[in-house]
């Protein structure tokens, strides 16, 4: 026999999906326990194959992909039983004899997209949340990481039946659309908001429901204070210019930049700006290397995903410099070898092309801001961010920032660390997603919250049927009005 078609593995899911829906939390635990053990049994494959795929670490493929991939399943194995509970609606006085409950059902047949920049952590994650929610899964991992997709392809195949979780490689667009042709209940994509855009309206002409975790240019806004001298230690000035670079330097350099949760672009008071730059260029060189060539051949910076992408990030600096910026660090790329380098931007204003779209590459530019109304105003006048940064001590600046900008998430004094709470949502807002996941969110994400009624004894909405001219009927809504006046 050969290998099933997409509509074929479709139909099957489909003559699957109510036996699946039906399945205790035991029973989905036990898939979960068996992913689990999958991964990390096969764990040391996958970092030889992300090596392959753009030069990933095995310590930040650890970090950044395996542990959150496990944790994300832990935690649904921990909490699962309590997430499948029914919850209790409120007792409603004028329907004594009814009870309601908030009923969690899978949407059915899912669809997921998985992206490249961590193309087992974002392949994985939504599964787990699928899985548990009690749904039947076709998933897509990206065509840009081939080594990772054919490990994670043969990982599900052999862990999962087909009619359950089925993995369908291939290039993206082509495969991507013709999986959209078919009536799904829920779609999850991870990835930019143009691709999120034509998902969402192919999405739509099945009624199918969406979670989109997209991007955007994510601002780090540093605050004055922290230009301040604090008594007469001018070190104080260093020592906490340094803590935000060293911060900032890592979740910008984090999978060289291509992450869609990095710091984007810094607005840092004018007077600090040189300083600013200076730390950061200082904390870089301790991360990769001190000189160029040291950080050319690090084995710790990971490399671009291809060389089209390079090229972009070549002609965004080009453009930059051209129209004005001054290129403080890094800035020569190597297109062949997929190397974009840690560079850093000043002078950079907003009709730059570097301003224009998410960078999705290890390059900062500073933008100078002269009061922190200005800086607002800046993140104001722009699509809502994935992710918004705050550096500083002063807590009523920090809180004017929250309280006037929109983000899918924030981290005030810190980078990236804020997607690892799986307590809490994950997602984005506007132009940088719909919906959020992680936890229960992500089990939330791939069920209906179906309302069920039920009626216990005598039906108290008898005395309110036809004809509604009856003495009664009229002199019960005169009770009735009398009681809410």
């Given at each position: 026999?050969?290998?099933?078609?997409?509509?074929?593995?479709?139909?099957?899911?489909?003559?699957?999906?109510?036996?699946?829906?039906?399945?205790?939390?035991?029973?989905?635990?036990?898939?979960?326990?068996?992913?689990?053990?999958?991964?990390?049994?096969?764990?040391?494959?996958?970092?030889?194959?992300?090596?392959?795929?753009?030069?990933?670490?095995?310590?930040?493929?650890?970090?950044?992909?395996?542990?959150?991939?496990?944790?994300?399943?832990?935690?649904?194995?921990?909490?699962?039983?309590?997430?499948?509970?029914?919850?209790?609606?409120?007792?409603?006085?004028?329907?004594?004899?009814?009870?309601?409950?908030?009923?969690?059902?899978?949407?059915?047949?899912?669809?997921?997209?998985?992206?490249?920049?961590?193309?087992?952590?974002?392949?994985?994650?939504?599964?787990?949340?699928?899985?548990?929610?009690?749904?039947?899964?076709?998933?897509?991992?990206?065509?840009?990481?081939?080594?990772?997709?054919?490990?994670?392809?043969?990982?599900?195949?052999?862990?999962?039946?087909?009619?359950?979780?089925?993995?369908?490689?291939?290039?993206?667009?082509?495969?991507?659309?013709?999986?959209?042709?078919?009536?799904?209940?829920?779609?999850?994509?991870?990835?930019?908001?143009?691709?999120?855009?034509?998902?969402?309206?192919?999405?739509?002409?099945?009624?199918?429901?969406?979670?989109?975790?997209?991007?955007?240019?994510?601002?780090?806004?540093?605050?004055?204070?922290?230009?301040?001298?604090?008594?007469?230690d001018t070190n104080k000035i260093s020592?906490?210019?340094?803590?935000?670079?060293?911060?900032?330097?890592?979740?910008?350099?984090?999978?060289?930049?291509?992450?869609?949760?990095?710091?984007?672009?810094?607005?840092?008071?004018?007077?600090?700006?040189?300083?600013?730059?200076?730390?950061?260029?200082?904390?870089?060189?301790?991360?990769?290397?001190?000189?160029?060539?040291e950080r050319y051949r690090s084995n710790?910076?990971?490399?671009?995903?291809?060389?089209?992408?390079?090229?972009?990030?070549?002609?965004?600096?080009?453009?930059?410099?051209?129209?004005?910026?001054?290129?403080?660090?890094?800035?020569?790329?190597?297109?062949?070898?997929?190397?974009?380098?840690?560079?850093?931007?000043?002078?950079?204003?907003?009709?730059?092309?570097?301003?224009?779209?998410?960078?999705?590459?290890?390059?900062?530019?500073?933008?100078?801001?002269?009061?922190?109304?200005?800086?607002?105003?800046?993140?104001?006048?722009?699509?809502?961010?994935?992710?918004?940064?705050?550096?500083?001590?002063?807590?009523?600046?920090?809180?004017?920032?929250?309280?006037?900008?929109?983000?899918?998430?924030?981290?005030?004094?810190?980078?990236?660390?804020?997607?690892?709470?799986?307590?809490?949502?994950?997602?984005?807002?506007?132009?940088?997603?719909?919906?959020?996941?992680?936890?229960?969110?992500?089990?939330?994400?791939?069920?209906?919250?179906?309302?069920?009624?039920?009626?216990?004894?005598?039906?108290?909405?008898?005395?309110?049927?036809?004809?509604?001219?009856?003495?009664?009927?009229?002199?019960?809504?005169?009770?009735?009005?009398?009681?809410?006046?």
């Open positions: 026999m050969g290998t099933p078609s997409i509509q074929e593995i479709f139909e099957a899911q489909g003559k699957r999906r109510w036996a699946i829906a039906q399945t205790s939390a035991k029973e989905r635990i036990a898939k979960l326990k068996k992913l689990r053990e999958a991964l990390v049994q096969r764990q040391r494959e996958f970092y030889d194959a992300i090596w392959q795929d753009f030069h990933k670490p095995k310590f930040e493929a650890w970090e950044c992909e395996i542990f959150p991939a496990i944790e994300e399943i832990d935690c649904a194995i921990a909490h699962l039983a309590d997430w499948m509970e029914d919850k209790e609606g409120k007792w409603l006085f004028f329907l004594p004899t009814t009870r309601s409950v908030s009923h969690f059902e899978p949407k059915g047949r899912v669809l997921i997209f998985a992206p490249w920049n961590y193309p087992l952590l974002l392949f994985v994650s939504p599964i787990v949340s699928a899985i548990a929610a009690g749904n039947v899964v076709m998933a897509k991992p990206s065509h840009k990481t081939p080594h990772v997709s054919a490990l994670l392809a043969n990982l599900i195949e052999n862990t999962f039946e087909s009619n359950e979780i089925a993995v369908i490689e291939g290039e993206g667009a082509s495969v991507g659309d013709e999986l959209l042709k078919l009536p799904f209940d829920h779609i999850f994509f991870t990835g930019s908001p143009k691709i999120g855009a034509h998902i969402a309206e192919l999405a739509a002409r099945q009624h199918a429901s969406v979670t989109l975790e997209l991007g955007g240019k994510s601002p780090v806004v540093i605050l004055p204070d922290l230009a301040k001298r604090l008594g007469k020592t906490k210019l340094t803590d935000a670079a060293n911060k900032i330097a890592w979740g910008k350099m984090l999978n060289a930049g291509q992450t869609c949760i990095a710091p984007d672009y810094a607005l840092c008071p004018r007077t600090l700006v040189q300083n600013f730059a200076k730390a950061l260029a200082e904390e870089i060189k301790k991360f990769y290397g001190q000189t160029a060539d710790d910076f990971v490399r671009i995903i291809d060389s089209k992408a390079c090229a972009r990030h070549k002609q965004l600096i080009e453009d930059a410099v051209e129209r004005g910026a001054n290129c403080v660090f890094g800035g020569e790329i190597d297109i062949e070898a997929r190397y974009t380098p840690a560079t850093i931007l000043t002078d950079v204003t907003p009709d730059m092309q570097i301003m224009q779209s998410e960078i999705f590459g290890p390059i900062l530019p500073i933008v100078a801001y002269d009061t922190l109304d200005e800086a607002i105003a800046f993140i104001q006048s722009r699509p809502k961010p994935l992710a918004l940064y705050v550096f500083g001590q002063k807590q009523a600046d920090i809180q004017k920032v929250l309280s006037q900008t929109t983000a899918g998430s924030s981290c005030i004094n810190n980078c990236i660390i804020q997607i690892e709470n799986l307590s809490v949502p994950f997602g984005g807002v506007g132009m940088s997603g719909t919906g959020n996941y992680h936890g229960f969110y992500g089990f939330k994400a791939f069920s209906h919250e179906r309302n069920i009624m039920e009626q216990k004894i005598f039906n108290t909405v008898r005395p309110f049927n036809p004809p509604y001219k009856s003495k009664g009927l009229q002199s019960m809504v005169q009770r009735v009005l009398k009681f809410f006046s």
